[in-house]
């Protein structure tokens, strides 16, 4: 159970970035709307926007989610450096089900808090490691920046840290084919765990690029509940 319902626990970050960073000018801005929905049906549970500011050389990402009666239901707040993509610092707040992920990079480390809900006690660690570490949200920055790369057929591996697990787990993006859609040629990519085995049995989460490096489609578990259930696969489509 724990290998099947591992991707599920991503779900305590979002798993996208609306606007590649090498496209916002400094102190300029950008604004991004979108429909959080049902991949099949295209029902709408959720509607967003997520406003992109670069000062200097942070980046931060303002992600807002709002139910059917326009009330703000989760907020993310998301610093990076836009050349190397390590976390400055991350927020997530779901305002449904009280679960608050806080994660500061520091000299020794990146410091991460977690609590799964309003009621529980909050977990803390600080992640160490060698290796290239990333948060979820940078996932599709990361696909930008690599993207001559993928498109060769090659994968891009890093460790994931996974707030509510406060550890990091290894996992890789690869391009996984090209299709159309509504006449527009796009590029799909794929975050997978590393592991084999994981790979089998978790669901991927799928990036859906135009060929112009602006995402259109993302598909990844809610950490919003939908109709009493946890963990839906759901699609964020971005709005031209």
């Known amino acids: 159970m724990r290998l099947i ?40 549970y959720f509607t967003g926007s997520e406003k992109t500011i670069q000062d200097g050389s942070a980046i931060r990402k303002e992600t807002l989610y709002f139910n059917n009666d326009s009330k703000e239901v989760l907020k993310d707040s ?3 450096d836009a ?43 600080v992640l160490k490691s060698d290796k290239q ?3 979820a949200s940078a996932a599709g920055d990361l696909i930008v920046m690599n993207w001559d790369h ?4 090659k994968s891009v591996k890093f460790e994931l840290v996974i707030p509510s697990r406060m550890e990091t787990i290894p996992f890789q993006l690869v391009r996984r084919e090209a299709l159309t859609v ?13 592991n084999f085995l994981i790979r089998m049995l978790a669901p991927h989460l799928e990036f859906q690029f135009s060929k112009d490096k602006k995402i259109r489609l993302a598909i990844f578990p809610s950490s919003l509940p939908i109709q009493g259930s946890a963990n839906r696969m759901v699609e964020m489509a971005f709005k031209s």
């Open 83 to 125: 050349k190397s993509l390590q976390a400055i610092d991350f927020q997530s707040k779901n305002a449904v089900t009280g679960e608050e992920s806080l994660i500061n990079s520091q000299a020794e480390g990146l410091a991460v808090e977690y609590r799964a809900s309003r009621d529980a006690k909050a977990g803390k660690s």
């Open 5 to 44: 319902h591992l991707l599920a626990l991503l779900a305590s970050t979002q798993l996208y970035s609306a606007t590649p960073a090498a496209s916002v000018a400094s102190t300029e801005a950008a604004v991004a709307q979108f429909e959080i929905r049902d991949p099949k049906t295209k029902e709408v």
């Open 133 to 135: 570490i990333y948060l």
């Open 150 to 153: 993928l498109m060769a057929g």
């Open 182 to 194: 509504d006449n527009e040629e796009r590029q799909v990519f794929t975050l997978m765990p590393q």
């Open 78 to 80: 998301f610093a990076f």
